[in-house]
């Protein structure tokens, strides 16, 4: 069975600080692996994602995000966070089931950037 | 349209009545999911469009729970007998082909339901 965790409910944190928001995950096949972004009022939307190749990933806005295939982890990084990142974001994995995929999330983490 | 449209974007019923829950997709997708999202909790796996027809319902809740897409378009997700506990932000995604596992989805902003 496949299954997302993600073990922050809230990370509270002062602008410019760093931030990691974890994300573990179980599966007995190979997966792709997605952070999603929820800003106040908006939809979902993609922020990164690791389909191969290098293990660590990266989007537009400074966050990072490496793949630990022994760890089975897909933490979330940004050395220096803003206001505007105040959002949830997801943890979510890709699995191919009888030829479509279906997307497993994670119960989300509240990244709350203080001034 | 530019990005997938839900309607409504909110929902106030009472307990044991009937709702309609409607997903517009982003033009050309022909994978089409429905997520539902209570308090607190991830984002729960309902149901999985290819085209019109439905692979994997195995998310539905109970048989009070029903979706249905016409023209490999527009997708109406039916509550029957609604219950308090129905009460979530019901989300819509779509994505171009579906069988491909790298592909993004891309989330319609949702349907607040409110079951009093």
């Known amino acids: 069975a496949q299954s997302v965790t993600q073990l922050d409910s809230q990370v509270p944190v002062f602008e410019e600080a760093p931030v990691e928001l974890r994300c573990n995950y179980s599966?007995?096949?190979?997966?792709?692996l997605f952070w999603y972004v929820q800003y106040p009022n908006q939809g979902l939307q993609l922020l990164l994602k690791?389909?191969?190749?290098?293990?660590l990933v990266e989007s537009i806005n400074g966050f990072e995000a490496e793949f630990n295939k022994s760890q089975t982890s897909f933490h979330l990084r940004k050395p220096s966070v803003h206001i505007s990142d105040t959002a949830e974001y997801f943890c979510?994995?890709?699995?191919?089931?009888?030829?479509?995929?279906?997307?497993?999330f994670g119960s989300g983490t509240k990244l709350n950037v203080k001034p | 349209g530019a990005g997938v449209s839900q309607s409504p974007s909110n929902k106030v019923t009472e307990k044991g009545k009937d709702v309609e829950l409607r997903c517009d997709p982003i033009?050309?997708?022909?994978?089409l999911y429905w997520y539902r999202q209570s308090l607190g909790q991830g984002l729960e796996f309902l149901i999985y469009?290819?085209?019109?027809?439905?692979?994997?319902k195995s998310g539905l809740p109970s048989d009070r729970f029903s979706a249905e897409r016409t023209g490999g378009s527009v997708s109406t997700l039916t509550i029957q007998r609604t219950q308090q506990e129905d009460s979530a932000v019901y989300l819509c995604?779509?994505?171009?082909?579906?069988?491909?596992?790298?592909?993004?989805?891309?989330f319609g902003s949702g349907t607040q339901l409110s079951v009093l």
């Open positions: 995604a779509s994505s171009l082909a579906g069988f491909r596992g790298n592909e993004k989805l891309f």
């Open positions: 599966s007995s096949v190979s997966v792709y």
């Open positions: 690791y389909l191969s190749g290098s293990t």
């Open positions: 979510a994995v890709s699995v191919n089931r009888s030829g479509f995929n279906k997307f497993y």
């Open positions: 033009s050309g997708h022909t994978a």
């Open positions: 469009f290819q085209g019109n027809s439905a692979p994997d």
